[in-house]
């Protein structure tokens, strides 16, 4: 066999080579564009990254049996193999670790991709049903299976920053200054804006109930976030919780607003 069949170089098992490998097979060998793709996509991106380096062993190992002409056996096993194994072939190679560093820069977390690999993304009501699978599994600290549970702190404020990082902010399950600050500076103008038109009601009509100029302000809010800008604008909470949470949040935004409004002017007592 000609020695440039196969003198090619190892894989990369840094982090940054990791995370170059997984991006790689996601866009040339999945088809995948990142902006868009599912948990499944990534965990197959993943899962070839990883074989990869898996063959580079694999390779010295088969030139070194026919090198020193050892002996083989072979044998036909009707053994059934459940679950995954991912998980193990990383931690054999050594490389859980530089997984898990990779994934995390790509927004992932290797304990969420390797426990749920469904076809459709983890988004609103598709994630309830994630969520009945994983309640039983309890792994304390565990972001991963925090964040599919709906118990990370900073996942929906993480998720607003889509409009300017794309879709994978969804899935961005620990606090960061790209993600987080974003969010968080996004929610803030928002809050302002409607606030301010709140107050411009109020001073319109300081005759009306606080409550129901507050009401009606969360309800143009939810109207325009959900059904006027495009997607792109949207808060980003619908791929991380489902219709009822945001139902809730704006109505909590209601009775904020309400609660603190200034006093009317017919409050006022004349001298």
């Known amino acids: 066999m000609n020695e440039t069949a196969y003198a090619l170089p190892p894989r990369s098992i840094d982090q940054d080579g990791i995370k170059k490998a997984i991006l790689g097979k996601l866009i040339y060998a999945v088809g995948k564009d990142p902006e868009h793709a599912t948990t499944h996509d990534w965990f197959f991106a993943t899962a070839l990254a990883t074989r990869d380096r898996m063959v580079d062993a694999w390779m010295d190992s088969t030139r070194d049996v026919y090198q020193r002409d ?17 998980r ?7 490389l859980t670790r530089e997984m898990e560093a990779a994934l995390g820069r790509h927004g992932l977390d290797l304990a969420a991709l ?37 118990h990370s702190p900073v996942l ?28 968080f500076a996004t929610h803030w103008a928002a809050s302002l804006f409607w606030a301010a038109v709140f107050q411009g009601l109020r001073r319109l009509g300081p005759q009306r109930r606080p409550l129901s100029d507050a009401l009606g302000v969360s309800a ?19 791929m991380v919780v489902g219709p009822v949470s945001i139902g809730i949040t704006y109505g909590v935004m209601a009775f904020a607003l309400a609660a603190t409004a200034s006093p009317s002017g017919n409050e006022r007592c004349d001298p």
Not at 72 to 84: Q, T
Request: net charge positive; hydrophobic share 45%.
């Open 70 to 86: 050892r002996k083989r056996v072979y044998y036909l096993s009707l053994e059934f193999l459940i679950g995954r194994l991912l």
């Open 88 to 94: 193990d072939a990383m931690a054999n190679l050594g």
């Open 114 to 150: 390797g426990t749920v690999c469904d076809v459709v993304p983890l988004t609103g009501l598709n994630r309830a049903f994630v969520v009945k699978g994983l309640v039983a599994m309890e792994h304390g600290g565990n972001a991963g299976l925090a964040a599919l549970r709906g």
């Open 156 to 183: 929906t404020t993480n998720a607003t920053s889509h409009w300017f990082h794309g879709e994978s902010a969804a899935r961005v399950v620990a606090h960061d200054l790209r993600h987080t600050a974003t969010g």
């Open 220 to 238: 143009v809010a939810a109207a325009v976030d959900y059904g006027i800008v495009p997607k792109r604008l949207t808060p980003g909470w619908e």
